[in-house]
């Protein structure tokens, strides 16, 4: 199948091959490019993160960014080093406009807050979301951003960063009153390992942990699947 037909992957793409990185990917719908580009994070093995985007665009778009054709993944972007992540997810943002929004999780325990904006690149906040964190997960509304963070004393809470708060690209985080704490959702979620199988991966070869689905708007719709297998690689199917 060509890439440029902008069809649905039919075998999984490996992403940043040569690359070293570690942990499950996160992958969001971007805002860039004609028809929105995909990004994606992962944790180096070592040191710091890796960004790498996907052009979603046609041949027959205006070709704006050269480096990545059409129907391919970039060679990668590395940033924040200094900290050895254990897991670190992005979300496109509607403010900026169109920042990316990403929070990391270093092994101290410190869940960092990080933007992308044109020109400046991936900048940290002065601010951490949160400290003494063992897992997460993070969710984007309208330019708020939402966390359900685990502590290493196990208990949970749910942290909420407004979009109407004054001093964006800053951010507060404040604890939510509704309290809503559902820890399933920081853990994989078995239903998208099944859809991996189901087109037609073979389950043992998925690195326990790493599956992940988001929602994409290519070819009127689209769930991007992404793992890690068991000899390291990062891999992306589209369904």
């Known amino acids: 199948m060509s890439k440029n037909k902008h069809m649905h992957s039919e075998i999984a793409a490996v992403v940043g091959p040569d690359r070293s990185t570690a942990g499950a990917p996160s ?47 970039s060679a990668g972007l590395s940033f924040a080093s200094g900290h050895r992540y254990l897991d670190a997810q992005i979300v496109q943002s509607s403010l900026g406009p169109d920042h990316l929004e990403v929070l990391a999780l270093d092994e101290r325990g410190a ?25 997460f997960t993070l969710t984007h509304v309208a330019g708020s951003l939402d966390a359900i963070v685990v502590g290493r004393d196990g208990g949970a809470r749910r942290l909420v960063s407004d979009a ?33 199988v189901a087109a037609g991966e073979v389950e043992a070869q998925i690195a326990p942990g790493t599956a992940r689905s988001a929602r994409s708007t290519r070819n009127g719709g689209t769930t991007e699947l992404t793992w890690r297998d068991t000899a390291g690689r990062i891999r992306h199917l589209g369904r």
Do not use: K, M
């Open 27 to 73: 992958l969001a719908q971007g805002a860039y490019g004609v028809r929105g580009n995909l990004e994606l994070l992962a944790c180096d093995r070592t040191d710091g993160l890796w960004v790498f985007w996907f052009n979603a665009d046609l041949v027959t778009d205006p070709l704006e960014t050269p480096d990545v054709p059409p129907g391919a993944w």
């Open 111 to 135: 869940l960092q807050s990080w933007y992308w904006s044109p020109g400046l690149g991936f900048q940290r906040r002065a601010a951490d979301a949160a400290t003494d964190v063992s897992r």
């Open 164 to 196: 109407d708060a004054p001093g964006y690209p800053d951010r507060t985080w404040n604890t939510s009153p509704a309290g809503e704490t559902d820890t399933r959702s920081t853990r994989e979620d078995p239903r998208v390992r099944a859809l991996i």
